[in-house]
């Protein structure tokens, strides 16, 4: 092709425009959140719900115009409920999409080995996983949490025994840090509330059969058995507790009695049995607005993993507009304590919040998930459900409040 | 104190009528073919696995899904065994150790593929339990321990009573005699391993018909059923099934001293003691 003189300034016109047009744009330029959700393996259940919240609170963000102007842009990776997954998924994220805040890391295995990821590139990290681990990280202010820890599930378990009338429980736990941790610190927090163990049965995995563990468990018939287990245990333990007959209530997690549990074991070994949860912030504007997104595009109600997504990002999307558009960690870590925790006006939406942070008034976000009062470990304080399995669903009997759970 | 006893008891003869079913085999196994296999427990996952493809994915009824299930498992694992163990050119006890992991990875992450990781179950209702005083067992549970006592019971009659059982006995004994006196050594070796397998599938049944099944379900059999064949006097099938009563039923009855997570503890105890002061086993000679 001979180079003409016109063909020569078209080109260069062109040219100049393609790299003009980046630097047009840099005040427009999206703000990158990363999206690190277990899409597949033991946690894709709640992965995947997460991920559509994020995607609808962009969406709802942007088109309301976006964060000073400049849009949300999700970049999502699939953590596979496994630490290696979630670390490679971690450094894409920082190295290649540069994004300014990492959210959704489920399990605490996975959560804590993207920490140092997070932390070294500066950029806040939001969790909704329960080792009490996560509370004292040294993460430079840099690791949030949304979720209930551990270390107040025994006082939770505790509550929800007294609530219902009983006095007596037996334990059935597993020979693993989480269930023999439940098991020191229950029987004390039951004592508080005037409660009696009357046996432990601590269970080792990948056992064939769980027939006279179950029996012991049941040995001093306790009013309430609690199991501290997960789901594929849980599986086999009512399976073999529903063939020997015996009866007896059951009480556990909500990560142990899930739907593939109730699909596994069947609706009627099921029915009856507590399950013990997170409870989203019913009350507040923000969960009937995430409720309300959520049924309209997928059917379904939000629940607590749900909540905590919209909560992740609305926090920072409220943080980086209160500091003006800066979406740099530093920026992030310095407002959103600004705008999540008390004095200030309650808002819960984007609707209500942007014009006041806008125009520089403070705000109180109340979550859908929880208050969202970010305390100095980034931990917050959540309400719990206590449920029953009926006819194969969770159908929410009480809730424990968060304040409730602290005064023990 | 007695009910428990009774209670643990039942408990331990269940688990020791499954071990039972694996453990005889594998010690018929090394009687004959002079080594340990490995992957033995997993032609139990196999039969299990077969059952539940015709059973749950297939829609048929139990007894037809077990009857072809069992089939099945005798028609992959007949000719692999046959291939890994009598036709490659090695001999040696340990070679053929070595080959039957790898013969176990293989079967195992075969299943894995086909079928997944996660827990599975057969399409069969769960069971209340008939109960007579502190012994509570379903119906499925009093099958497995009758099916197990037959199965038992027949090889039992097999080794002694027919000749299939004089020339398996002889080839334990001195195989290079046994040849040279004209047994058709090959055919015997098909027969035993078609015994082997057959007992382990229908182990694997009767496993998935009480509990729930998983690929790794194998593996974890693998230590208390090679317990059981040691204890007993590995080569010999009715030491197995002695073996298997002894850690099914101790490992119950230790639950009443000590915390159940120690359980497996104290048959493998049992075990070492006995190989201490009895090497060859209960019934060794």
Not at chain 1, 286 to 313: G, I, P, T, V, W
Not at chain 1, 326 to 354: F, Q
Not at chain 2, 244 to 270: D, R
Request: proline share 4%; charged share 15%.
């Amino acid at each position: 092709m001979k180079i003409t003189r016109r063909l020569f300034l078209g080109t260069s016109l062109a040219g100049g425009a393609a790299v003009a047009l980046p630097r047009l744009a840099g005040a427009q330029d999206p703000v990158r959140i990363g999206v690190l959700t277990p899409l597949t393996g033991g946690g894709a259940v709640y992965g995947t719900t997460m991920s559509r919240m994020y995607n609808l609170v962009a969406d709802d963000i942007n088109r309301a115009g976006g964060i000073n102007g400049r849009r949300i842009q999700l970049f999502t990776e699939d953590a596979q409920t496994n630490p290696d997954a979630g670390v490679r998924g971690a450094r894409k994220l920082v190295d290649v999409n540069k994004v300014h805040a990492i959210m959704g890391t489920w399990s605490s295995a996975v959560t804590l080995a993207v920490a140092p990821i997070a932390i070294a590139a500066g950029i806040p990290q939001f969790c909704v996983s329960s080792s009490p681990a996560i509370t004292t990280y040294k993460d430079n202010d840099l690791l949030y949490r949304t979720a209930y820890s551990q270390a107040n599930m025994a006082r939770v378990y505790a509550l929800t025994a007294q609530r219902l009338g009983f006095k007596t429980a037996g334990l059935l736990i597993l020979n693993n840090p989480y269930g023999i941790g439940l098991g020191d610190s229950f029987p004390d927090a039951f004592a508080k509330v005037g409660g009696k163990v009357t046996g432990k049965v601590v269970y080792n995995p990948s056992q064939s059969s769980y027939r006279s563990e179950i029996q012991q468990a049941l040995g001093g018939k306790p009013d309430v058995v609690l199991f501290g287990g997960y789901t594929p245990d849980g599986i086999q333990i009512f399976k073999e507790w529903f063939q020997l007959g015996l009866g007896g209530t059951w009480m556990g997690p909500g990560f142990a009695f899930d739907q593939k549990f109730i699909a596994g074991i069947g609706g009627q070994a099921a029915e009856g049995t507590i399950v013990v949860e997170g409870a989203p912030n019913a009350a507040s504007s923000a969960y009937k607005h995430a409720d309300k997104l959520f049924r309209a595009a997928h059917n379904q109600e939000a629940d607590f993993f749900a909540s905590m997504a919209y909560d992740h990002l609305m926090g920072v999307a409220l943080a980086i507009l209160a500091a003006r558009g800066d979406s740099s960690g530093d920026a992030i870590k310095a407002n959103l304590r600004k705008v999540t925790n008390p004095p200030g006006k309650v808002v819960g939406t984007w609707a209500e919040a942007a014009p006041l942070v806008r125009a520089g008034d403070k705000v109180n976000y109340e979550g859908a998930s929880s208050a969202l009062d970010y305390d100095e470990h980034g931990d917050v304080e959540t309400d719990f459900g206590i449920y029953r399995i009926r006819a194969g669903k969770w159908a929410l009997q009480q809730t424990i409040k968060g304040s409730d759970v602290k005064a023990g | 104190m007695l009910s428990e006893l009774v209670h643990l008891t039942v408990t331990g003869l269940l688990i020791a009528s499954l071990l039972a079913l694996g453990a005889v085999g594998l010690s018929l196994t090394f009687g004959v073919a002079r080594f340990a296999n490995v992957a033995h427990p997993d032609f139990m996952m196999l039969g299990a696995y077969t059952t539940f493809a015709f059973n749950a994915l297939l829609g048929l009824g139990f007894w037809p899904s077990a009857a072809l299930g069992i089939a099945a498992a005798l028609v992959v694992g007949v000719p692999v065994a046959r291939i890994a163990y009598d036709t490659l050119p090695v001999t040696g006890t340990v070679q053929l150790l070595v080959i039957s992991i790898g013969v176990s990875f293989i079967l195992r992450h075969v299943v894995l593929f086909a079928f997944g990781s996660g827990l599975l179950q057969f399409a069969v209702p769960l069971q209340r339990p008939y109960v007579w005083g502190p012994v509570r067992l379903t119906a499925y549970q009093i099958l497995t321990l009758v099916v197990a006592g037959l199965l038992v019971l027949g090889v039992h009659l097999l080794l002694s009573r027919t000749k299939l059982g004089r020339i398996l006995r002889a080839m334990a004994d001195n195989p290079v005699l046994c040849e040279i006196a004209g047994a058709d050594v090959g055919r015997a070796r098909l027969a035993m391993w078609t015994i082997a397998v057959g007992l382990a599938a229908t182990g694997g049944v009767l496993f998935g018909l009480n509990l729930v099944i998983q690929p790794n379900m194998g593996w974890d059999l693998v230590i208390p059923i090679f317990a059981a064949a040691i204890l007993g006097g590995i080569g010999n099938p009715y030491g197995a099934m002695a073996g298997a009563l002894v850690i099914g039923v101790g490992q119950e009855w230790a639950t009443l001293v000590i915390p159940s997570m120690y359980k497996e503890a104290i048959a493998f105890s049992a075990m070492a003691l006995c190989l201490m002061f009895r090497p060859r086993g209960l019934w060794g000679g």
